[in-house]
């Protein structure tokens, strides 16, 4: 907590309602807005949770800069029956981000057979004490607007997948270096 104190408890981060859950009495609950204040730290594991802009992201990577991951997820039908064994979500496509019965979130939820989840992520880069948000490659690229030559040069000899932390945290440090 920002006040210093310690608090132990069984959590979990929920990437569907994006919230950090805890368990209270059996019951599972989330921290809510005006707690999030109050909290500095969550430690799930070796995995370390701060507070950006009302959410809960991890951070990845400490130095001169930071980088932040938000994970989020999307629930999605898998779609209907198609020929030839396949499906389609044509028409009947649904996306759904958040689940609410009576105006609270569902946590114990076990998702129907036909609804699937897509876990994607969205990384954030604190530098100079700017923050700046990217959801791609393309994004990323316009961050290093000034250092175009150097950008191509090292996508050309390495590969970097968006999908590969490791992989961006090497890139953005071989770009700061630079």
């Given at each position: 907590m920002k006040s210093?104190?310690?608090?132990?408890?069984?959590?979990?981060?929920?990437?569907?309602?994006?919230?950090m859950i805890f368990e209270n009495n059996g019951q599972k609950k989330a921290i809510g807005t005006d707690e999030i204040l109050l909290v500095d730290t969550v430690f799930i594991q070796d995995r370390k949770f701060v507070a950006l802009n009302g959410k809960f992201v991890e951070l990845v990577f400490h130095s001169k800069w930071d980088l932040y991951v938000e994970h989020k997820c999307k629930v999605e039908e898998q779609g209907k029956p198609a020929g030839y064994g396949g499906t389609s979500q044509t028409g009947a496509a649904t996306s759904v981000s958040s689940l609410y019965t009576q105006?609270?979130?569902?946590?114990?939820?076990?998702?129907?057979?036909?609804?699937k989840t897509k876990p994607y992520f969205i990384y954030w880069l604190k530098k100079n004490e700017n923050l700046y948000k990217?959801?791609?490659?393309?994004?990323?690229?316009?961050?290093?607007?000034?250092?175009k030559e150097l950008y191509k040069k090292y996508l050309k000899l390495n590969r970097v997948?968006?999908?590969?932390?490791?992989?961006i945290i090497q890139f953005i440090g071989n770009m700061e270096s630079n």
């Open positions: 210093g104190t310690r608090n132990n408890a069984v959590l979990n981060y929920n990437s569907l309602t994006e919230e105006g609270r979130v569902v946590y114990d939820l076990k998702l129907p057979d036909d609804y990217f959801k791609n490659m393309r994004e990323l690229k316009k961050l290093y607007d000034d250092k997948n968006y999908q590969d932390q490791e992989g």
